[in-house]
């Protein structure tokens, strides 16, 4: 399938599909985010891995500046057009991990949503908290597939065909909401002390063409054999079209980590 750097370099060949396949947070995430970080419109934060701006969006309406740095051209691109009516702004091609701040001074926050994991691990702890300013904020969450008790049982007759065609077999139905060890990481990178841990649930309904649009952003499908995918893909509109409405409800869930700067991170 490909080694993890090659699929996080994947999505920039599908930035314009991601900017509207891709669900939207909850807003109350991001309600959650300032109350708990304290942040006043005055605060610079720092935006890492931005994609075409679905998490930047959010914190631009409330007045903060912002900067975002994105690794692929195209996702930025696609982010700058977004944001453009938002001068306090800017969009940054680059990796994270080698970006150079310049002369800018110390950010409030930095925050990730669904790209921490194709930050190098190695360093990402160490980066943000050269980045923030004392008593500074590093926020990460990711959105992922969720399963309440009543998930659509579309999913359990899928899940058969990507067995057919050799993906990996999964325990199933599988848990609420995908393991999340960033807390753990965090705490024990000895930069942060935690402060929230809180977890989101959501849904999304989509036609076959949606989501079809939705799985053609996620990196394992993009760099799948375009047999395997064709078959995929039949698959899920041969099901979808069994139904009277044609739809499929896919939960969204997400694990919302703060963390605080220690003082003695510098």
Not at 31 to 46: F, G, M, P, S, Y
Not at 182 to 191: C, F, P, R, V, Y
Request: some cysteine; overall charge negative; hydrophobic content about 40%.
């Amino acid at each position: 399938m490909g080694s993890g750097r090659e699929l996080r370099d994947t999505f920039d060949t599908a930035a314009a599909l991601y900017r509207s396949a891709r669900p939207e947070y909850p807003e109350r995430l991001f309600d959650d985010l300032i109350a708990a970080t304290e942040l006043d419109t005055a605060a610079r934060l720092l935006e890492i891995g931005c994609g075409p701006g679905i998490a930047t969006v959010p914190m631009a309406r409330r007045g903060y500046t912002i900067t975002a740095v994105e690794l692929g051209p195209a996702l930025a691109e696609v982010a700058r057009d977004r944001l453009a009516e938002f001068p306090a702004l800017e969009v940054i091609t680059a990796p994270f991990e080698q970006w150079d701040p310049g002369d800018r001074s110390a950010f409030d926050l930095v925050y990730c949503a669904t790209a921490w994991k194709w930050i190098d691990p190695a360093v990402r702890y160490r980066r943000a908290a050269d980045l923030l300013g004392a008593g500074g904020h590093l926020a990460v969450w990711s959105a992922g597939h969720a399963f309440p008790p009543d998930f659509d049982p579309f999913f359990t007759e899928i899940q058969r065909v990507y067995l057919d065609i050799g993906e990996p077999d999964l325990p199933w139905p599988p848990p609420l909401h995908q393991a999340d060890s960033t807390a753990a990481e965090m705490a024990e990178s000895g930069l942060f002390d935690v402060t929230l841990v809180r977890p989101y649930l959501w849904s999304v309904t989509y036609t076959a063409d949606t989501y079809l649009a939705l799985l053609n952003t996620f990196s394992n499908h993009i760099a799948m054999p375009a047999d395997k995918r064709d078959h995929l893909y039949g698959e899920v509109r041969r099901l979808l079209a069994k139904r009277a409405d044609g739809t499929l409800v896919r939960h969204w869930g997400a694990t919302l980590t703060i963390g605080r700067r220690r003082s003695t991170a510098g």
